[in-house]
């Protein structure tokens, strides 16, 4: 089941001042939305306020029809940093959602050996955090997030610090495994073409608000139009 | 934004796009998501391997590396040994020289007993039921105020630290008693106490509480919010937080807390015994020197030296087994 997400006049900020101010956004079910904007446009900012992690100075988060006051397992976060508890194994780390929800032993290791298999991470499931790569570590990240079943996903950069051939093979095994979930997607990242490859729309951020909604042509796939979509949206930011 | 600022910012986004992949030729050279992960597990595989292959030299035996790193470790190992044993023979050896000389340099060493003396000490001490009822009585003594110190302190720590009303309402209390020496407490520890050895032990907590109550206080709040974050968005609350976040997170400042508390609680217990014990090793030093047995006080003092220095080492040894994910303990190994 997807979920969908509702911005009205939101306004967010930190103590040294506001982020963003009076956004008005719909996150359509199972869509994947992403989210573009230069440093400091509120991108992360806007993620945390959609997971529960930053209260409105103004305004509302409704996930369908209900006001978003606290974080909930139905929008499950993965971060740019190593969001993985160090001293928990990968099998650990994905089972950590469902020893959450209080799944017993046996259903907590067959749900996390069954996406440890789908992000190929098979054989690597007693190691800790700090003996994988970047983008293995991702993909636990993306694993345990899913591993919940959560409504949408919510997605901070998360390939931002891999080296280009990790993240294209990170790009390709997300549009594979988004083929099997029809969870809600929300996407931050300042890679144009990252988000042209991922996104049905990009939204472009700047000023305190949002810039431009973009449509991204479905099949998101290769060539066609992309070129004219990129000149479009590097000339909003 | 300025057209300038505009264009600026573009070059940057492009130059970074180019950078990684030319945007032109992306949807071609995205490589499958088992590609991927087959050359990510090779590299993983390689950086689990890299120490050795660095050490092999080409045309090496499978192996022979890794044999050479754990003989260059092993005798790296037996070296530092042999230094610590040849420093505590060269103290050894000086005491010797000073006590059968009867050196006075202004310290006066003809008064304490040679190794002759205290090996026979030590010889009819260790024989004597009264010596291990002493060593018990200490071990018993410490290992309670020190273990309610670990419970209370770690709890206070993580409240403290946790709860901001709990911060209120404790912190003040908390500042105002850890100034004074836990040893200071013995006179209300002796009119609060029906009996001097609840007296002790509470001696030994008080000593032991404050080191590892104030790591305690400072590892809770060193924990990077990321991983609090990140339990909360995946459904977690307040107590999931606490047990999957806080508890093993704090541990390796924990256990510099516990390591602390087991030095000073030592220091404590000794002296809280010599002013007010029937039974103990720091009792039967002190009775040794009013008897003027000084062979005996030298036995106590190695004794305290050893069971002090076999509960540290216990504290740090179970503080690395709890901690085997951090890097201190990969390079060890």
Redesign the interface.
């Known amino acids: 089941m997807t979920l969908g997400i509702t911005l009205e006049s939101l306004s967010l900020g930190y103590a040294r001042g506001p982020v963003l101010r009076e956004v008005d956004l719909a996150v359509r079910p199972g869509e994947v939305l992403v989210i573009v904007g ?1 440093s400091g446009s509120g991108k992360s900012t806007l993620l945390r306020a959609l ?3 930053l209260p409105p100075h103004g305004g509302r988060v409704l996930a369908d029809d209900a006001e978003v006051t606290g ?3 139905e ?3 993965v ?1 740019q ?7 928990r194994t990968v099998r650990r780390n994905v089972e ?2 469902l ?3 209080g799944l017993s032993r046996r259903e907590r290791r067959a749900v996390a050996q069954d996406w440890l298999a789908r ?3 098979e ?2 499931e007693d190691r ?6 970047g ?2 570590r991702q ?1 636990v990240q993306l694993a ?2 899913l591993a ?1 079943t959560p409504r949408a996903v ?1 997605m901070d950069e998360p390939f931002g610090a891999l080296d ?10 997300l549009l ?1 495994v988004l083929r099997d979930t029809r969870a809600t997607i929300v996407f931050v990242t ?4 990252e988000a042209l ?1 991922l996104a049905d729309r990009v939204v472009v951020l ?2 305190g608000g949002v810039r431009s909604v973009v449509e991204v042509p479905s099949p998101r ?3 066609a139009g992309r ?1 004219g979509l ?1 000149g479009q949206i ?2 909003e ?1 | 934004m300025t057209a300038d600022a505009r264009i600026t910012d573009a070059r940057i986004t492009d130059a970074r796009i180019t950078d990684a992949r030319p945007a032109e030729v992306r949807p071609a050279e995205v490589r499958s998501a088992d590609e991927v992960r087959a050359a990510e597990g090779r590299t993983a595989g390689a950086r689990a391997d890299g120490p050795r292959a660095a050490g092999a030299q080409a045309g090496d035996p499978p192996g022979a590396s890794a044999w050479a790193r754990r003989r260059a470790r092993s005798g790296a190992k037996v070296r530092r040994r042999l230094v610590g044993a040849a420093s505590l023979l060269v103290a050894a050896g000086l005491w010797q020289v000073l006590t059968v000389t009867d050196a006075q340099v202004w310290l006066r060493f003809d008064r304490l007993p040679t190794l002759g003396e205290i090996g026979a000490g030590t010889a009819s001490r260790v024989t004597t039921p009264l010596y291990w009822l002493d060593l018990l009585q200490s071990l018993i003594r410490i290992l309670t105020g020190f273990g309610l110190a670990a419970v209370a302190g770690v709890a206070a720590g993580v409240l403290v630290a946790r709860s901001a009303r709990a911060g209120d309402v404790l912190t003040p209390l908390f500042e105002a008693v850890r100034p004074i020496p836990a040893i200071a407490l013995v006179p209300v520890a002796i009119l609060l106490f029906p009996a001097d050895e609840q007296g002790i032990v509470f001696i030994t907590f008080a000593a032991a509480f404050f080191p590892i109550m104030v790591s305690t206080r400072h590892a809770v709040r060193a924990l990077p919010t990321l991983w609090e974050d990140a339990v909360r968005t995946l459904g977690g609350g307040r107590r999931h937080v606490l047990w999957h976040v806080v508890l093993p997170g704090i541990l390796p400042g924990v256990f510099g807390g516990l390591s602390v508390g087991m030095g000073v609680s030592w220091i404590c217990v000794i002296s809280a015994e010599m002013i007010s014990g029937e039974f103990g090793v720091g009792y039967r030093t002190w009775m040794s020197y009013t008897i003027v047995d000084y062979p005996a006080v030298i036995v106590g003092m190695i004794t305290i030296g050893v069971l002090g220095w076999l509960t540290s080492a216990a504290v740090e040894l179970v503080g690395r087994r709890v901690t085997p994910w951090l890097p201190r303990a990969q390079e060890e190994s």
């Open positions: 230069a997971a529960g992690l974080t909930s397992r929008r499950a976060m971060f940093d190593d969001g993985l508890l160090p001293w950590l959602p020893r959450i929800r992000v190929g991470l054989g690597h800790l955090p700090r003996e994988l790569s983008g293995m993909r345990r997030a919940g919510l280009a051939q990790t993240r294209a093979g990170m790009q390709a095994l594979d300042h890679d144009v073409d490859l700047g000023r796939d290769p060539a070129a990129r590097l000339e930011l």
